[in-house]
């Protein structure tokens, strides 16, 4: 890895990634501070209003009188999902595709650093920037609670809940890496890998619709976020998301090597 | 110093390269000529270790430029044909962080060149013209002082001043060791500042001499203003050219004799010599109907 590209793309992206904070920051502000057990009731009874259908896609199935529960089911069915995966569709592409496509990567390719450095350094800007944009929103989300409703947050839970759901993005990012660098033109880079992710995020919604359904869990890894898993076994947690991080990582590498051994026409 | 071996790359087009067989010694400075998709770029992208090659190989000081592309770039310059940046930087940001990444620590030659060409590196990259950016792709390939240059087309965009600026820095470069392989379709330039060219056509070397016996195959070309317009000098049987109104030019190669006598026949009121350029030799390899 080379620390000057490293911060050079820290840098260059800082705008995109602030943008991203901030929308789901607004997202986990706004749901911490709506937390109230009784009106909690209230929104439940709101939500029974609306068509089933749409209540199950978006995830809001249960809302209940708990803080953890009450978070998952407001945050980790649909905005933790959707924002982070457009930022990673987004980032990582230009770390390589575009870079790629429109030949400027020739000039860190002659620089005295290894294509495996390059790619390495671009891999980890993208793993770096998902960490953040999990992990503020993380901490934000405790302090608030703590201030506003000491106590009510489960936080072993909660943090457990963000692990599985911080190794689930990074398997995305891996593999939208390896899309970016598959594919040297830049539009069919981001065309793909959008397809991809949509394709995981709708599927994901299409399984909460009903049990019927719930055979579909397979068809997307997103599914691997199950709160009420989460929430009940410790084990799952350690076991699905440890493994999920590990298979993210060799993803990365694979797309390494394959960056790697690739014929670049720049 | 730079081998290029049975190198072949081709394309699912058809395109590329067949069986590129040249070296450039050290200290040499190569011309490569080929008009746009020729393949110079696709020779160049080999010698980088960009480009995976169907055969052959290209080695710098014996080492496989392919696989220790990180050492070999240790010692090499390189000027895009198609130059792109990161936009969002200044000039100067652009260069810091090159620097950076080669570990460059001296920046006396990098302000040299700044001066020289008039570069101001406090402009963002995107609001640069087409010339500027030329300008810090040179300063961007010269400024760690590597012993190797690969410069594709490097004064495109560049004009008739700095054009000569950048000549006179080869020239010095040249003075100080450098190896330099220089693409390009600008044929002038060539001839200015190289001591070999190759000539590339479809992807086949077509020629690889020295300047001088380059030139020396030439034809001399005379352009002859006659008192008026007269055509019956185009059925003559010296290869001639009509210009405009009273003006032609006429291509001699070793028969100044029949050039003489034929040139009897008319009123002839100015005869001027053509330099000759290495357009005229590349017209010999890309077929010309005057010089065939």
């Not at chain 1, 998952?72 to 592409?93: D, K």
């Not at chain 2, 067989?21 to 998709?37: Q, W």
């Not at chain 2, 290869?239 to 190669?253: G, L």
Request: aromatic share 12%.
């Amino acid at each position: 890895m080379n620390k000057h590209l490293l911060i050079y793309n820290l840098k260059s992206n800082i705008m995109m990634f602030l943008s991203f904070l901030s929308i789901t920051l607004m997202y986990s502000i706004l749901a911490t501070a709506m937390f109230n057990p009784e009106t909690s009731e209230l929104l439940q009874q709101f939500v029974d209003v609306l068509p089933q259908t749409v209540v199950q896609m978006m995830g809001f199935t249960d809302f209940g009188s708990e803080l953890t529960g009450y978070l998952a089911t407001y945050l980790y069915g649909f905005v933790f999902f959707i924002f982070p995966m457009i930022f990673i569709v987004m980032l990582g592409n230009k770390l390589i595709a575009k870079q790629v496509d429109d030949s400027s990567m020739a000039y860190l390719l002659t620089t005295p650093n290894s294509r495996v450095k390059i790619a390495t350094t671009q891999a980890f800007t993208l793993f770096i920037n998902l960490f953040f944009l999990i992990a503020i929103n993380v901490i934000i989300i405790i302090i608030i609670s703590e201030i506003a409703f000491k106590g009510h947050l489960m936080i072993g839970n909660f943090i457990g809940l963000n692990f599985v759901l911080f190794a689930v993005l990074t398997t995305v990012s891996a593999l939208v890496y390896l899309i970016s660098i598959l594919n040297s033109d830049y539009g069919k880079a981001i065309g793909l890998s959008s397809a991809f992710v949509g394709y995981l995020f709708i599927m994901n919604m299409i399984t909460k619709l009903g049990n019927k359904l719930n055979i579909l869990r397979f068809s997307t890894f997103l599914s691997l976020v199950d709160t009420d898993k989460i929430f009940s076994s410790t084990s799952y947690t350690l076991l699905t998301g440890s493994i999920t991080l590990v298979v993210g990582i060799l993803i990365y590498c694979l797309s390494i090597l394959i960056f790697n051994k690739k014929s670049l026409t720049i | 110093m730079i081998d290029i071996i049975n190198l072949t790359q081709t394309y699912k087009s058809g395109k590329g390269v067949f069986n590129l067989n040249f070296s450039i010694k050290k200290g040499e400075v190569f011309g490569y000529l080929g008009p746009n998709g020729a393949g110079k770029t696709t020779t160049i992208r080999n010698i980088l270790g960009f480009t995976n090659a169907s055969s052959g190989e290209v080695l710098i000081n014996g080492i496989n430029s392919r696989i220790n592309t990180e050492e070999i770039n240790k010692s090499i310059g390189f000027l895009p044909g198609e130059i792109a940046f990161y936009n969002s930087l200044r000039g100067k940001e652009f260069l810091d962080l090159l620097a950076k990444l080669r570990n460059l620590n001296d920046f006396t030659f990098r302000e040299r060149l700044e001066e020289r060409f008039k570069l101001d590196t406090n402009i963002y990259i995107k609001k640069m013209s087409k010339g500027t950016k030329q300008k810090l792709a040179i300063v961007a390939a010269f400024m760690h002082d590597p012993e190797i240059l690969i410069l594709d087309e490097p004064t495109s965009g560049l004009d008739p001043l700095m054009q000569n600026i950048f000549l006179d820095l080869i020239k010095e470069e040249k003075l100080r060791g450098k190896t330099i392989l220089l693409s390009s379709h600008i044929f002038e330039e060539v001839e200015k500042v190289c001591d070999r060219a190759g000539i590339i056509k479809n992807g086949h070397l077509v020629a690889l001499e020295d300047i001088l016996s380059l030139k020396q195959q030439t034809a001399d070309i005379f352009e002859v203003t006659l008192e008026k317009e007269n055509n019956l000098i185009l059925q003559t049987s010296l290869k001639i050219n009509h210009v405009k109104d009273n003006i032609y030019q006429v291509w001699v190669k070793h028969n100044y004799e029949l050039f003489f006598n034929e040139l009897q026949k008319f009123k002839v009121i100015k005869i001027t010599s053509i330099k000759r350029s290495i357009e005229d030799i590349f017209m010999k390899y890309y077929g010309d109907e005057h010089n065939e």
